[in-house]
């Protein structure tokens, strides 16, 4: 089973993938995988083309085959990480960015779970003052489009952010063991 974490910046996810570490056995993983787009000064544009480099570099070496051998793989982003801040990024510069770079994944598997933490975005710049407010509004708008556009297949979980850790873990890995018992 793959379950992914996402999130703007602040919100949390990699809190939440730190303490299920103790709890589950699994594969942890990140996006990105190998963190060259943090690197470099690229464009808008280049930038999203070397996320989705990683992206299938990450698919190819960590997601298929933990997939391949049954395991479960809880990644903290993946694919909706890259819409929802790509499709910021792209505004103006390609037509409609949120589904041209959902396009972009064609190919990628599908989480079966989607945790979700969301947060004020007034919080979140307390926890990263280094962001745009302006920014990170319009990616957890993208966040909340993904799951409306998902919700006929129920693989998003929208968990408040604002919660306890506890109980936010306990929320994480009660949906992952309904999740596992439906796919059983």
């Known amino acids: 089973m793959l379950i992914t974490i996402e999130g703007i910046d602040g919100a949390g996810k ?6 299920l570490q103790n709890i589950t056995n699994c ?11 943090h690197k470099t000064n690229y464009s ?15 698919i190819q070496n960590v997601i298929n085959p933990g997939m ?10 993946y694919i909706d990480s890259r819409i929802a801040y790509g499709a910021v990024m792209l505004q103006g510069l390609v037509e ?26 007034e919080e979140a710049i307390k926890r990263r003052p280094n962001e745009s407010y302006e920014f990170l509004d319009k990616v957890q708008q993208n966040y909340l489009k993904l799951v409306d556009y998902h919700r006929a297949s129920n693989r998003f979980v929208v968990i408040d952010g604002m919660q306890t850790i506890e109980l936010i873990c306990n929320i994480v890995m009660n949906k992952i063991k309904q999740r596992q018992q439906v796919l059983a």
């Open 27 to 37: 594969i942890y993983t990140r996006e990105p995988y190998r963190m060259l787009v």
């Open 44 to 58: 808008p544009l280049a930038k999203v083309f070397l996320f989705m480099a990683d992206h299938y570099d990450h």
């Open 14 to 19: 990699t809190t939440v993938i730190n303490n």
């Open 96 to 121: 409609d960015p949120f589904n041209w770079i959902a396009k972009l994944h064609v190919c990628s598997p599908m989480p079966d779970l989607t945790i979700l933490l969301t947060i004020p975005v």
């Open 68 to 77: 391949n051998e049954s395991m479960d793989i809880i990644c903290d982003r």
